[in-house]
């Protein structure tokens, strides 16, 4: 979905006339913005290039306050988290836009996290969903803020707050088919069942989400972001499982389809 949702921008782009308009800067920062998803820094950088040249001839707010949060994504994937998160606040109060808004808020989360201040993540958080409540929820965005939640439980120790966020997000994203999004609450569920001492499912899980996140084309976002988590879990796993066991939960989660290792996580039965 996400690499399809970039070429249609990439090509409404590509018929844009070159010359600085509003229509061409909102596509080349809607290109950003997917550069972040993607973590594709060199794209991220050249299109906020073209989008600051752009607003010294084109004015809008909304359009700069999208702008300003992609430079917090930038200085966020850059190891900057002060920046990112003073860059994010602007954008947040520069704009009324929800989604702008909500987008702002996740990479405050994010930087908040970076910062090891999850408290501060869970609150940015609840702020997103609460203004994606009162303004219609975008299902999407709801899904982003609902795995930053459960990340920042998991990392405050609150394990039942952490379930109930991963299984209201993976439903949702279940339900829009978006199979990126389901991996990484797959991922974030299997660490919730290490923290629970459950080393065989969350081998299961971990192997489950990353066979997902691959055929989907989630590798480079998914490792980019949860990387050092994956590596910490997996440790734990190995120490806890026989190299045997580790080897047969590995590939039971890789034989799962997403409703097979749904259907885990929402203890359905498949």
Same mark, same amino acid.
């Given at each position: 979905?996400?690499? $399809?949702?970039?070429?249609?921008?990439? =090509? *409404?782009?590509?018929?844009?006339?070159?010359?600085?308009?509003?229509?061409?800067?909102?596509? &080349?920062?809607? &290109?950003?913005?997917?550069?972040?998803?993607? /973590?594709? /820094? @060199?794209?991220? =950088?050249?299109? $906020?290039?073209?989008?600051?040249?752009?607003?010294?001839?084109?004015?809008?707010?909304? +359009?700069? %306050?999208?702008?300003?949060?992609?430079? %917090?994504?930038?200085?966020?994937?850059?190891?900057?988290?002060?920046?990112?998160?003073?860059?994010?606040?602007?954008?947040?109060?520069?704009?009324?836009? /929800? @989604?702008? =808004? #909500?987008?702002?808020?996740?990479?405050?989360?994010?930087?908040?996290?970076?910062?090891?201040? %999850?408290?501060?993540? &869970?609150?940015?958080?609840?702020?997103?969903? +609460?203004?994606s409540e009162a303004h219609g929820q975008d299902i999407v965005l709801r899904t982003y803020l609902l795995a930053a939640l459960a990340l920042s439980r998991l990392a405050l120790g609150e394990l039942d707050q952490a379930a109930y966020a991963v299984r209201e997000g993976l439903q949702l994203s279940r339900m829009i088919n978006d199979s990126v999004t389901c991996a990484t609450f797959?991922?974030?569920?299997?660490?919730? +069942? *290490? %923290?629970? $001492?459950? @080393?065989?499912?969350?081998?299961?899980?971990?192997?489950?989400?990353?066979?997902?996140?691959?055929?989907?084309?989630?590798?480079?976002?998914?490792?980019?972001? #949860?990387? @050092?988590?994956?590596? *910490?879990?997996?440790?734990?796993?190995?120490?806890?499982?026989?190299?045997?066991?580790?080897?047969?939960?590995?590939?039971?989660?890789?034989?799962?389809?997403?409703?097979?290792?749904?259907?885990?996580?929402?203890?359905?039965?498949?």
């Open positions: 979905m996400m690499q $399809q949702g970039r070429r249609w921008i990439e =090509k *409404a782009l590509d018929e844009c006339p070159s010359e600085p308009s509003l229509l061409r800067l909102q596509a &080349v920062i809607s &290109v950003a913005e997917v550069a972040v998803l993607q /973590v594709d /820094v @060199p794209t991220l =950088k050249a299109r $906020q290039a073209e989008a600051r040249q752009l607003l010294t001839s084109v004015t809008e707010s909304r +359009a700069l %306050a999208h702008f300003t949060a992609n430079e %917090a994504a930038l200085a966020l994937l850059e190891g900057q988290p002060q920046s990112a998160r003073a860059l994010a606040q602007q954008s947040l109060e520069s704009t009324d836009y /929800v @989604p702008v =808004k #909500i987008y702002a808020l996740l990479l405050m989360i994010g930087a908040s996290a970076a910062g090891g201040d %999850a408290l501060t993540a &869970v609150a940015h958080a609840e702020e997103g969903l +609460a203004l797959l991922e974030t569920a299997s660490w919730i +069942a *290490a %923290a629970r $001492q459950e @080393p065989w499912r969350a081998a299961v899980l971990m192997a489950a989400a990353g066979a997902i996140g691959r055929a989907a084309g989630a590798t480079g976002a998914v490792s980019a972001y #949860i990387g @050092p988590f994956h590596e *910490a879990c997996e440790r734990q796993i190995r120490e806890q499982l026989s190299p045997a066991d580790f080897r047969a939960a590995s590939y039971e989660g890789r034989s799962q389809s997403l409703d097979e290792a749904t259907a885990i996580v929402l203890d359905e039965p498949f």
